[in-house]
Each structure stands twice: as structure tokens, then as C-alpha cells.
């Protein structure tokens, strides 16, 4: 099935295709812009311009654009940010087959997905299978396109000093044959070596009525949760219709954070038993990582909230617990289990000046 069309960007696209056409489109490119607008589908519609073998591209009908559109071109490559794979030199060939089958699974519903969870990350390995990629000739077409979504969650440096400057080096001076398009919502926490390198090109948010036409796709239909009115979610979108996706995960992953933060500051000791209990049965390691998200959030508003009221007090725990919070995402990427990660981290909240 391929996946649904992009939509808005009329203009931008344009631009693109002029540039791709006069063979002017830089090799490395960052489309940046706010999360829920499209930049990976942008990106991986430039992808297709690119491969597709026509005079006029995309013309969505050749060999390449119909694998490009099932997200199964051997030389479009999208990477996005995944849990950490349990062994740090995992072979290339295992990190791309992971990829696949995420890319597979988010054809199958058109291609929408959910943002992934802040735990998730584009990690060494990765790295090392996208050089390992572009140093090779195409295997199908005439080139080969790599598109890195999230970009900012990308951590070459970490354990390896050479992956990322080759990485760097690959941005600079990419083989003739070869594309790189990043894409951020928060270009701001790219590695200035990145930002650098990069043609930064911007993406906004949609129209009312380009929202509206996303919503009213059949594969957008299909994997929206609830049932609400065209016009309530074109309201629920501001522009970005891609945050309507995964609500319903981050509705309770915010519930269960403030339930954490409530106990944890609270008087009482048995409340902080009954809210590490009740995190432990919702266990699955996906929702925890949410709940984390979540929980840095909330902590947010509330250091806020004592800064109004000045509450100084209050606004010193709040930092403290969302430091406490970073040290459990980082520990929640190990193989830990997420009910002794939450006793650990409701004490650590406990400790912080309340
Ligand atoms: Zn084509």
C-alpha cells in the first residue's frame, strides 16, 4: 500500500522541484520546522523526486516512485529515532532490518505513526550503517537518498569520536551519487558541527484547509483515535497535523505523570507505595518511557507555577525532580525494570526541596 500523499508544502515543494530539476538541490539538506507538519514525508517525497526516473517527477507511477511510495527503495534509506538495540555494535545489516520492519509496520497504516518516545534515539550503530550505506553504489537507480528524521536525536559522538566525524565528513562532501536530508523540529539542539553543513530550508505549519484535507484521507481516518468532528481536529492540529497521533498514549502517560508528582510531594508515604505499584502494572517499557516524557513536563509546569507564586522553595524541587527525571530516562534505556526505576526515582523526588 503506499503511503498517503503529502500534503500542504505546495510552495516549498515547488522550490524544491526547480532546484532538484536544475541539479542545484544541495546534497545536504535540514528541513526544519515545528513537530506535526510533515517534514519526514516532505523529505521522503524529495527522496522520490529524486529517484524517480522520469522528466517530470515524481510521477508516482515508475518503479521507483512505487517502491519509494512503500517505503521499500533500496536507496531511500529513513532513519528515525529507535529504542537503543541491546548490543552497541550491532551489524549494520540488523540495524537496517529494524528499520525496516518500523518503516513496514508505518506503511501498512499509510504511513502515519506517532512521535516516538523521547527515550528513543538515533544511536552509533545507526551511524555506522548510514556510512557504511553511502560508501556503497545504488542499488537500484542512479542514486541514493537518506533521510534522518528527528536529527537532533542523533548521538554519533557517543563512544565514538570516529563514526561522527566520518559522519560530518559524509555532510560536508557527500559521494556525487549520494543525498542527505535531515529533518528537526528543534534544529536549535543540533550539533553546530551539523548546522554547519547543512542548507537549513523551513517548513510551517499547514492551513486550516490543508488540515482539512489531511483528516479527511481514509489512512489518517483509519488511525486516528476516538471519533471526533473534521473541525475539532483541524482545532487540535494548530498546523501540525501529526500531533494528532498517539494522544491517546500521551493523555495517559501525563496522567499517570502527574499521579507520580502528586505522591511524591505529598505527605503521604503510603501514596508514593500505591503510585510506584500502579506504574509497575502499567509496565510496558514503551509507556514508561512516555510516562518519563510526560513526567518533565508536568515537573515543568509546576516549577513554573511556584515561580509565579513565588514559591522558591517549590521552584528548586521542580528542577531537582526533572534532573532526577533525566537520570531515570538514562537509566531506563538499560535493561532496567521500570518498577524499581520508579521507586528510585519517586525517592530521589521525595529528596528534592518541596
Ligand atoms: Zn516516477
Redesign the pocket.
Known sequence: MPILPVYGHAKLREQLLRLARDGSLPASLLLQGPAGVGKQRLALWIGQTLL???DA??????Q??RFALELTHPDLTWIFPRPRPKDADAAPEEIAADLAEEAAARAARGGVYARPPGTEAIYVATVRMLLRRAAMAPGLGRRKVFVIGDAERMVPQEGSEQAANAFLKLLEEPPRDTFIILTSSEPAALLPTIRSRVAAVRAGPLSATEVRAFVSDPAVQSALEGDREAEALVAAAAGAPGRLFGEAARAGATAAARKLVTAAFGPDQAGVYEAALSQSIAGARGGFSETLDALTIVLAERTRDALRTGDERQARGGVRGIEAVEVAKVRADGNVNPQLLTWRLLRDLQDAPR
Open positions: 524517480c526516473e522520469t517527477p515524481p510521477c508516482g507511477k515508475c521507483h516512485c
